[in-house]
């Protein structure tokens, strides 16, 4: 049986201030032993406050992005996996849409932080997704397919039983336009079988969380989906109330 996991990504939103509210109020909603697993993922600058507020918590804290490069060394502006691992960070996202749209990650890029995280104890989150065009053409799957590949065929099969996937359709981030509860659980359906084409065992047991204006009022019906595990939150993330509502969703 997999435990559901619902994960709150704050992207580049909002201050010192404003995040010590959040983490506040969510520490207020949440119960003490939520029946779903639940982490945030603040900007990397406000981390180190977000594992302080929520020590003792059950809420896990992760970041949105990690370095491909290395451990350590000259990459201006990067931050490691090992960094990330060493402060207490149990998640990072790798190949969100944004990243792989506006800094041009590319999969292989993607396989490699995938990669990176997982040699440093960090769990990461594989972000894959169509856009609007490339459902409109019918290439969903392919494309979906094509950026599972890269990193099935990057990192060996015994080292990805952590991993994480979220199905994020770009056309329905951030727009209020929700894929319906059929539509995310063929593609859901579609990811675990393929990889069950490199591993039954691990497609048995991988999380495949959905992504892309989840709030309350859905979230309840696309958890309920038979290869959706969970979800990975933008917008409502930020409003502890509506996160709750959605974490208790996932019960
Ligand atoms: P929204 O929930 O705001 O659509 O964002 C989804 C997302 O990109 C989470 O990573």
Excluded at 120 to 131: D, N, Q, R, S, W
Aim: aromatic share 6%.
């Amino acid at each position: 049986m997999r435990s559901k996991l619902v994960a709150g990504n704050w992207k580049m939103h909002g201050s010192r201030a404003a995040i010590q509210n959040l983490l506040a109020s969510l520490k207020a909603e949440l119960p003490a032993e939520p029946g779903t697993d639940v982490a945030v993922f603040p900007p990397s600058l406000y981390v180190a406050d977000a594992l302080v507020a929520l020590s003792g918590s059950p809420v896990a804290v992760g970041a949105q992005n990690v370095c491909d490069q290395a451990a350590q060394g000259a990459f201006t502006g990067e931050v490691s996996a090992e960094m990330l691992a060493d402060v207490g960070c149990r998640y990072a996202i790798v190949g969100h849409s944004e990243r792989r749209a506006l800094y041009g990650e590319s999969s292989a890029v993607v396989a490699v932080k995938v990669q990176r995280c997982l040699n440093a104890g960090v769990v990461p989150i594989l972000c894959v997704g169509e856009t609007d065009e490339e459902r409109e053409a019918g290439r969903t799957l392919d494309v979906v397919a094509e950026q599972l590949d890269a990193v099935m065929q990057t990192v060996a099969v015994g080292e990805l039983s952590s991993l994480v996937v979220a199905y994020e359709p770009v056309w329905a981030i951030g727009t209020g336009k929700t894929a319906s509860p059929e539509q995310a659980q063929d593609v859901h359906a579609f990811i675990r079988q393929r990889i069950a084409g490199y591993s039954e065992k691990l497609a048995a047991g991988v999380r495949i969380l959905y992504g892309g204006s989840v709030k309350a009022a859905n979230a309840a019906e696309l958890f309920s989906q038979a290869d959706i595990d969970g979800g990975l939150v933008g917008g409502a993330s930020l409003d502890a109330q509506e996160f709750s509502a959605i974490c208790r969703a996932a019960e």
